[in-house]
């Protein structure tokens, strides 16, 4: 029987030989031991730098979580007028810009209370949009909420919340008694109007809302509304920014 190389038995190396083989390679610089790594895993290697390309890419792209606060939003498309319910409130996360000064962060504070404009679904919720000391928010200091009964209750459709009116008294009744007309206030906001607000409120029902408006005074035009609709018939002029 012939007799087995020292190198090889049966098609394998040796201990011996594999020890030798093992020494050369670890004589050799370590750049070229990189080399010759990188040049038998080549596919490998591809394959790590298209998966870290790829997660550099996303990293890049993904934006940064923001941070949130809570904000009130209506939960439903809700009519000016009504009066606001703990079911009609949502509470959800927006980011801190979206929120402006006066928005409500807890559906009590506004529970019970009456909208003064209609909302949308999702609209947030400020003390501006109901009825009550938060109409005035944005008014020159000292101005008042003026409640005014018109003598032409169906005129009230022609106005909304936010357009300026001139305040006119007038003693003539229309038909055989004339009277001089006198501007009571001039140029001043609508805040609030019975014919987007007339269903049963949180203080008046909706028969006594016909013909009511809200109007934003200053203190001396405040004076002379209040209780003008005693002296005469009071009416409104539709009019543009002074």
């Not at 003390?127 to 009550?132: K, N, P, R, S």
Request: proline share 8%; charged share 15%; net charge positive.
């Amino acid at each position: 029987m012939p007799r087995l190389s020292r190198r090889r038995r049966n098609g394998y190396p040796t201990t011996a030989a594999r020890q030798n083989s093992a020494a050369r390679r670890n004589d050799r610089p370590p750049w070229t031991r990189l080399a010759g790594w990188l040049n038998r895993n080549r596919r490998l290697v591809a394959a790590l730098l298209l998966c870290a390309a790829a997660a550099m890419a996303v990293q890049q792209l993904t934006p940064a979580p923001l941070s949130t606060v809570t904000a009130v939003a209506a939960a439903r498309d809700l009519p000016a007028g009504s009066a606001v319910t703990a079911a009609d409130l949502a509470r959800i996360q927006v980011p801190p810009g979206m929120v402006a000064d006066g928005s409500l962060q807890d559906d009590a504070a506004a529970a019970g209370r009456q909208l003064a404009v209609p909302l949308r679904k999702g609209q947030l919720l400020t003390d501006a949009q109901l009825l009550g000391p938060g109409l005035l928010a944005g008014t020159p200091p000292g101005s008042a909420a003026v409640p005014l009964r018109m003598a032409d209750a169906a005129s009230i459709q022609l106005v909304s919340p936010g357009q300026l009116v001139n305040v006119v008294l007038t003693s003539a009744n229309g038909f055989d008694q004339q009277g001089p007309s006198e501007v009571l206030a001039a140029a001043v906001p609508v805040l609030w109007t019975s014919n987007t607000g007339g269903q049963s409120g949180q203080w008046l029902g909706s028969a006594e809302n016909d013909g009511l408006i809200v109007v934003a005074a200053t203190a001396d035009h405040s004076v002379r509304l209040a209780g003008a609709s005693t002296q005469g018939r009071l009416f409104f002029v539709l009019v543009g920014p002074p």
